[in-house]
């Protein structure tokens, strides 16, 4: 078995949850990706074929148990990327390729919200050009 899926098993039997073959191949996937994928990227490049609802619904699974994070570029599509609430990080969208990166060096400051708010997510997303 591939490394990526060994290790995609194993985070999810550790927080003891149902391991399936959806979630261990979307998960691994996630976790073998240098950049957030979009829900069409990853249909495109699953070996075995995966329903697209049964796709959505895992996605939305791995965000919901904190496995992976999504985030909104401006061309308003989600795009996914493995890591959960202890990957609180910016990022930058390039407005020539349509890149969406992580910015996992650059930290959001901790803030202090009136007692009567609460914080579900945070988004920071820079616009500019990049390298390419």
């Keep these: 078995m591939e490394p990526l899926f060994v290790d ?3 985070k999810i039997r550790a927080l003891g949850h149902r391991v399936t ?3 261990v191949l979307t998960l691994a996937m996630l976790l073998g990706a240098d950049k957030p994928l979009t829900h069409d990227m990853m249909l495109a490049s699953f070996k075995t074929p995966m329903d697209r609802v049964t796709l959505y619904r895992t996605l939305d699974w791995l965000v919901n ?3 992976a994070h999504r985030i ?3 061309d308003r599509l989600w795009r996914f990327i493995a890591g959960g609430g202890e990957t609180r990080h910016p990022h930058f969208y390039c407005e020539n390729t ?3 990166i992580c910015l996992t060096d650059v930290k959001i400051p901790e803030m202090t919200l009136p007692k009567q708010f609460k914080v579900s997510h945070v988004e920071i997303v820079f616009h500019g050009m990049c390298e390419s």
Excluded: F, S, Y
Aim: glycine share 20%.
């Design 98 to 100: 349509g890149k969406l």
């Design 21 to 23: 073959t959806g979630r």
């Design 72 to 74: 909104r570029a401006e």
């Design 65 to 67: 148990v904190g496995l």
């Design 8 to 10: 995609a098993e194993q």
